[in-house]
């Protein structure tokens, strides 16, 4: 019998985020693979966990030598439980080629929910998070950043980014030129820890603070490009509401989805709707 890959979600910085699934999955897993066992160590002293299965690395330079002997125990029934440093397995972690592996080998994959830098982020930004969007790291290269910034400019959804403290100033500035001086932007530093720091303004503003000197984990939040109004009549508004609900739309998903399309106040669209009903 097979036995199950667990993805453990490790905290940002206070370990007393963590719940008791947590707990007893690092005190029951059978192998525990993680970034660097000096972190898993002290977590478990900090969690007050006794660690009882054998620990072995698992980090992007050992991560596909590692495949062979975690697959090898996961097929022989064993429960493995990956841990990151902090946040969900897999997300911009280590995590997704044994994911992977373990689902084409027909092993069980599940997961101890738990923090998101991602997330947390999002939460805290200010910003729209009804529609967003994760882009993971930036590139290093001045020249490959800018030109993920270009590609983005249009983008509609809030997105987020992680980013390293001492390119930090160069990517809100690449981001300003590219997105605009003016786009709203959370930068989250050393979310949940002591020294938390949210800065929220102008790309440009923040650029700016940023060139002072920035220490610690970042994670960026960016406003979407803002919608830019559709000039149509009131008689083309309302066929264009009709053809959405002849699509199979809700009156209330058609409006929505003529006022995300034409950037249009809400009220100006259902307006147009009932002076159709009129005429």
């Known amino acids: ?61 050992v991560e596909r030598a590692r495949l062979p002997g975690l697959l090898d125990a996961l097929r022989s029934g064993a429960t493995v439980l ?13 995590g997704y080629s044994l994911v992977r592996a373990a689902i084409d080998a027909g092993i069980d994959v599940t997961s101890v929910p738990g923090p998101s830098a991602v997330t947390t982020a999002l939460a805290v930004s200010g910003l729209p998070v009804d529609r967003f969007c994760f882009e993971g790291f930036l590139p290093r290269k001045a020249g490959e950043r800018r030109s993920v910034f270009a590609a983005l400019a249009g983008e509609r959804r809030t ?35 002591t020294y938390e720091e949210i800065r ?16 610690g984990e ?5 406003a979407g490009a803002p919608a830019r109004a559709v000039e149509l009549t009131g008689p083309e508004l309302a066929a264009a509401v009709a053809e959405e609900e002849a699509a199979g739309a809700t009156r209330k998903d058609a409006i929505r989805a003529v006022v995300e399309r034409t950037g249009l106040p809400k009220r100006t669209v259902f307006d147009a709707v009932v002076a159709a009903k009129h005429t």
């Not at 500035?173 to 786009?183: M, Q, W």
């Not at 970042?218 to 960016?222: A, G």
């Open 1 to 61: 019998m097979s036995g199950r890959l667990v993805l453990g979600g490790a905290p940002l910085g206070q370990p007393g985020d963590v719940g008791p699934r947590l707990r007893a999955a690092m005190a029951g897993a059978d192998v525990l693979a993680c970034e660097d066992t000096r972190r898993l160590h002290r977590l478990a002293a900090d969690l007050e966990v006794t660690l009882t299965g054998r620990v072995v690395t698992f980090h992007e330079s």
């Open 82 to 94: 990956l841990l990151t440093d902090a946040g969900m397995p897999s997300v911009s972690d280590p």
């Open 159 to 193: 997105m987020v980014f992680f980013e390293s403290p001492h390119r930090l100033a160069d990517a809100l500035a690449d981001a300003a030129a590219a997105l605009g001086a003016d786009r709203p932007a959370a930068v989250c530093r050393e979310l949940t820890k």
């Open 200 to 215: 929220r303004g102008g790309l440009a503003e923040l650029a700016a603070w940023a060139g002072e000197g920035v220490k």
């Open 218 to 222: 970042i994670t960026l939040v960016v």
